[in-house]
């Protein structure tokens, strides 16, 4: 009897809707679309010191598109989210409207192709702690909605800032899960004078996964697991280096003298170990299995979710259409390479962790 074919669940996939696509377009600063005399399509500018950015086609905003690219890959079913820099730059008096909508437009995509798509809400984190709240809580209308997307900034002052405690206590009161993403990398001055000369390699490759490391580190020390000891935090490109680094965060904070006086080593503190297998899910978006083995030892092999980043990483090559994405096959391959025969493993990764953690119907 032929074997039924897994079912892959894409948790890290991204989408521009329309409105957010014509939002790009009218704005002359970074994050923008623009069309250089020369260039045969629109390019999509949207990190800090980029200035050549992307092409950017209907694939970025395009649900037929979306689908497309799934059928291609095998991919039964993905969880939508707006991709970077979703609506940080707003004004503060654009951002819960804007949100509504983005938000609404999402949801309603979905529900185009009932039982594959489901997506994550995006907060107005521009205007303020009680606009997120009034958002995350409105999220629940929405059938399609499975969580929430935020950058690292969240409010402007990062994860460990104060102010986001009353974000923190309704998305826990609502049980979203947080996926956390990079978008501004670390200041540009550490890429060197000749940055310019390496295309997006080492923001994308290192710039990216120090700033989630940096953001849930922060969170962490700040004690926001403690006082809302039910989130879960699902982490972008498996944990940044979290759990490469995990043993050197936790060693410094058990050396350090500051941290001890003010009696925050006491016993039965929870330790990075702790939240990383009770709060934190990470992605399978690692490219080989070296960093996967780190990262289910981290973690545990029921916190890893298996995504793509589409529709950024597109094959590069003369064949591109035609052509499997290099981008996807590198992560199935890390799964295969680190499971090999061992199907329960590696179901759970491609799609069943996600069923249950997301809860898909
Ligand atoms: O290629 C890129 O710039 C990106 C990006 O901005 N966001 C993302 O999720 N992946 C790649």
Redesign the pocket.
Known sequence: MASKSPTIVDIHT?IYPPKYVELLKSRTTVPYIRQLPGQTVPHLI??PQETIG?PIGDEFSSIARKVEFMDKHNISISVLSL??PWLDFLPASEAEAAAKEINDDIDAMCKLYPGRLYCLGTLPVSAGAKACVREVKRLRELQQIRGIVMGTTAMGRGLDDEAMEQVWGAIQEEGWTVFL?P?YGLPGGVYGERAGEYG?VLP?ALGFPMETTIAIARMFLSGVFDKFPKLQLLLAHSGGTLPFLAGRLESCILHDKQLKEAGKLHQGRRTVWEILKTNVLLDAVIYSSVGLRAAVEAGGVDRLLFGT?HP??PPVGEKAEEEKWLSVTLNSKAVADLFGEDQEKSQAVLGRNAMRWLKLD
Do not use: G, K, V
């Open positions: 991204h949207i990190l992307r991709a970077n993403h978008h997006h994308l980043d950024f990483f």
